[in-house]
């Protein structure tokens, strides 16, 4: 088992951190079993998770009605290693030595859990191809 220092970091970024960047953490949270270190953050955090997203989670199997979006600062920034981009344009900050990835999904804002769930389903499939890359390595 990796000590926290040594495990990867990824961050998740978009402009609110109430729907994509949210299922992209608890993806890979819980995929990961703690292999990976996860964050996840908003250039203009929303108050609370989009609640079609909470749903469409459930049915996955993963809890996030707890989760609160969390303002993106540069401490996050710098602390991770793969920076993932969702829609935030460029507001996220650029560090050397980072490995940035802009992943364009659709914002499940003011949709329902009808159209959420292809978006979900995206990111966990994308979330899937990033671990086993970073486990590879």
Not at 78 to 100: E, H, L, N, W
Not at 116 to 125: F, Q, S
């Amino acid at each position: 088992m990796n000590t926290p220092a040594e495990r990867p970091s990824v961050l998740f970024v978009c402009v609110h951190n109430a729907g994509r960047s949210q299922m992209a953490a608890a993806f890979l949270t819980h995929l990961a079993d703690d292999r990976v270190q996860v964050r996840s953050a908003g250039s203009a955090p929303a108050g609370t998770v989009n609640p079609a997203v909470v749903e469409a989670m459930a049915e996955a199997g993963i809890d996030i009605s707890a989760e609160v979006p969390k303002v993106l600062t540069l401490e996050a920034v710098q602390a991770s290693d793969v920076v993932i981009t969702m829609g935030c344009g460029d507001t996220c900050p650029v560090f050397p030595g980072k490995r940035y990835l802009d992943w364009q999904l659709p914002d499940p804002a003011g949709r329902d859990v009808d159209a959420v769930r292809p978006i979900r389903d995206e990111i966990e499939k994308r979330v899937r191809g990033l671990l086993e890359e970073m486990v590879q390595s």
